[in-house]
C-alpha cells in the first residue's frame, strides 16, 4: 500500500514556476514509478511526466517538455514536478500517482492516487 500527499499547488501569473511535491508513505517507495497527472475542468485526465524507480528514465508530455522536469527523492519518499513556463492552458489539477515495475504514460495502469492539488496560471 502507498498512501500520496500532493502539495505545492497554487494561483500563478503565466510566466512563472511552481514546484509541486508528492510525499509517499511506506517503506517500499523506491520500487515503485511514479507518474504526474491532471485534469481541467470538462476534460479528461491527462499523462504529464514520470520517472522510474531508479529516476534514470523520465518521461514527458509533448505539451509540457523542456517546461517541467520530474524528479525523486528516494530517501525522503517525495517525487517532484517543477513546472517553469507556466501557461494558462496548464491550469488543471494535478495528480501524482504510483505503479509497480516500470513507469507508463497511462493513468489506468496506475495504482495509488493522491488527492491531487490545483494550478491556476492566470494571464
Known amino acids: 500500500q502507498v498512501q500520496l500527499v500532493e502539495s505545492g499547488g497554487g494561483l500563478v501569473q503565466a510566466g512563472g514556476s511552481l514546484t509541486l511535491s508528492c510525499a509517499a508513505s511506506?517503506?517500499?517507495?523506491?520500487?515503485?514509478?511514479m507518474g504526474w497527472f491532471r485534469q481541467a475542468p470538462g476534460k479528461e485526465r491527462e499523462f504529464v511526466a514520470a520517472?522510474?524507480?531508479?529516476?534514470?528514465?523520465?518521461y514527458y508530455a509533448d505539451s509540457v517538455k523542456g517546461r517541467f522536469t520530474i524528479s525523486r527523492d528516494n530517501a525522503k519518499n517525495t517525487v517532484y514536478l517543477q513546472m517553469n513556463s507556466l501557461k494558462p492552458e496548464d491550469t488543471a489539477v494535478y495528480y501524482c500517482?504510483?505503479?509497480?515495475?516500470?513507469?507508463?504514460?497511462?493513468?489506468?495502469?496506475?495504482?495509488?492516487w493522491g488527492q491531487g492539488t490545483q494550478v491556476t496560471v492566470s494571464s
Open positions: 500517482a504510483a505503479r509497480s515495475p516500470i513507469a507508463t504514460m497511462r493513468y489506468y495502469e496506475y495504482d495509488y
Open positions: 511506506g517503506r517500499t517507495f523506491s520500487s515503485y514509478a
Open positions: 520517472i522510474g524507480w531508479s529516476a534514470s528514465n523520465t
